[in-house]
């Protein structure tokens, strides 16, 4: 009897496709992707908008920080609404005015760190990754002798956002944990940005960012190692363009590669 051919062409290379969530090593039937192949896009793409249009539940987000012993401050940006927020970019960067009031009349002002956690362009990354972060961050922090703030959930928050929030609550710096523009492998990376003597007007160029800080990209004890490192350093220098992340050259960084090699082996 005749052996039944295999319609699908394979990669020489699909071994790689094990070490990797990008799209590579597809194969082709015929000239056509192949059929698990159209479903697995079609099924990132749609898992990609979904992480761009469902709303954070701040509520529940709200409940975890607590439970970890955390006042949290409830803001929202200036947009009225999701659609607003993706059709007008400039309204996710400034606070709406029962928000602003609400951290004018704040009592607990002049901390040396400022948190906000914001749904950006994907409310998954901060529903799954804010919390276990910030276990991993804040001890550092602490260790530092700086003063943390209250912690802020911000919805239809663009990064600049916490420029005029940091400005108002006399913060020396501000880090904003936010979620990214989701990939078709990614979507629910959460962004770490960085701004020393954060106020309104603040650019780009004078931030620091650390991206992809997800389990499956940049795990939690890297992440938080690297961005306390920057915050250390933001104490002598301004941030941005002129703060390079020297974080790999500290010996610690070495044994938590390590350490972080074994929880994968095992």
């Not at 479903?39 to 409940?63: I, K, M, S, Y």
């Not at 906000?116 to 804010?130: F, K």
């Amino acid at each position: 009897m005749k052996e039944k051919q295999n319609p699908i062409t394979e990669d020489g290379w699909s071994e790689l496709s094990r070490l990797t969530a990008a799209r590579i090593a597809l194969g082709r039937a015929g000239s056509s992707l192949p059929c698990r192949e159209t479903l697995r896009f079609a099924l990132a793409h749609a898992q990609a908008r979904d992480a761009v249009h469902t709303p954070l539940d701040a509520a529940a987000l709200a409940g975890e920080l607590a439970a970890d012993g955390h006042r949290v401050i409830d803001i929202h940006s200036a947009a009225g609404s999701r659609a607003e927020y993706l059709q007008r970019p400039d309204l996710g960067r400034k606070l709406d005015e029962a928000s602003r009031e609400l951290l004018l009349a704040e009592a607990d002002k002049d901390c040396d760190l400022l948190i906000l956690i914001a749904d950006g362009l994907s409310s998954r990354a901060p529903a799954q990754h804010a919390v276990p972060l910030l276990r991993e961050l804040l001890p550092r922090v602490g260790k530092m002798g700086l003063r943390v703030g209250p912690l802020l959930i911000a919805r239809e928050a663009r990064v600049a956002l916490g420029d005029e929030a940091g400005e108002i609550m006399g913060a020396r710096m501000t880090a904003m944990l936010i979620g990214e523009r989701p990939g078709l492998s990614s979507p629910d990376s959460l962004g770490l940005y960085l701004t020393a003597a954060p106020r309104a007007g603040r650019s780009d160029a004078e931030r620091n960012c650390i991206s992809n800080v997800r389990p499956d990209g940049l795990p939690y004890p890297l992440a938080a190692f690297k961005l306390a490192w920057l915050i250390d350093a933001a104490l002598r220098q301004a941030t941005g363009v002129g703060l390079k992340d020297g974080s790999a050259t500290d010996p610690r960084w070495a044994a938590l590669l390590e350490r972080q090699a074994n929880l994968i082996k095992s």
